[in-house]
């Protein structure tokens, strides 16, 4: 095998490729991480996003870590140009502590989100297929006070990488500059130093290892979230009761029943599956005019998964416990755009004053279209009070929207 200059070769191809691959993740942690917590610059509402891909990078951060010490147990790094005894001691010392936060700082970020008192999972790549587990901690340590110590943790370890990365590049640039020895090049793929040869089973341990530090992860992860809280499934259709005298009946075929609520920076939309209208409407007899809906919590669909996993549980709509939200509308009067239903909303057992603006166009064959919508602010249902009570993420204003088409009760096919 050839040698370059004092014997010295470079690191094999594998060792390269981790630890370039580990310095770019870790370069995008710190500036990201600096970005998103202490300066304003993030688009506005991309600034979740950027949580969830910091910590989707952080445990690819830990994990390729696990490899690259396998890696280097196998390839033990190739003999370096003689150096002063304290260089050769301070080269060793600050090799050891970045092993050490490669793995201590992503496992405290870790222990931040596992902390928190929210109930935001950490989905890898942000899919919701690929739910990653919270760390094991004692119940006591949940909630904000733990979620503060951690978080204070991650910061120090971060940057205390940070400082250490300065000195690993300030002795890599004396000894190649300075020095005029060959000491970047040795991790350089286009240099010209020969490389060391590679002790083959090192792929496989390597690889091994990473697949089962990710999928092990993954499957408990699964795991945890199977057995977690009541998920919103679709139920059967609540029984229509039989419509009054001079009711409408809704084709729910031809109808929609949705809502949208702002979330990081996007309008989140949702579908509200199963639900029973009863109507009473002529807009020559609005005194008389009244409507209640009552709508299965269970079927209400949420379109993204880092909220849809927490709606179903405590903080978000607890179908277990209040399995059925209603509307209930007393009065309506005239508008200049159409008409303004007033009533009230109650969802988990609180009640708050609605108003419903709408159209109602009657059809040739004696059928109507109506549209409108109503605006509700969530935390006036304990909607999220939890997870976001200053609605960094989630919008406080839900809009639920109707589209129906009616036929008057009575009327044959309805
Ligand atoms: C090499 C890996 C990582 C690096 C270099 C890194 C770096 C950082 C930095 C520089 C900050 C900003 C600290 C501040 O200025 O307040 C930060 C914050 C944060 N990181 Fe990481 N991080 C890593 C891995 C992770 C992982 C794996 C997770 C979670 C799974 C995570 C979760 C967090 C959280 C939740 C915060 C906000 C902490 C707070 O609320 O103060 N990080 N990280």
Redesign the pocket.
Known sequence: MRTGPDGVKGYNAGAMLLHWAIAL??FF??AG??A???LDVLPDGSRFAF?QW??T???L??TLTVARIAWRLLNPPPAHAPMKPWEAGAAHLVHGLFYAL?LL??LS??L??SA?PTAIP?LLFLRESLV?PNLPIPAGWRGEGG?AVA?TL??WL??S?LALLVLHVAGAVKHSVLDRQASFSRMIPAGHLPRQSTALLAIPLSAGLAALVLGGGLGLGRAETAGASPTLAATAETPVAAPEAGAWVVDKAASSLSYEVPFSGKPMTGTIGSWNAAIRFDPDRLDAAKATLDIDAASITVGDPFVRSSAPGPDGLDAAAHPTLSVAIDSVERTEGGFLGKGSVTIKGRSAPVSVPFTFTPGADGSAHVTGSATLDRLAFDLGAKNDPAAQWLGREITIRFDWKAARAGTPGV
């Open positions: 993740a870790i942690q710190l991480g600096f998103m917590m202490r949580f910091h910590k990078v952080g445990l951060v830990l490669m700082v992503p970020g870790w931040v989100v928190s950490t990653w979620e978080a991650h910061t971060a940057y990488t």
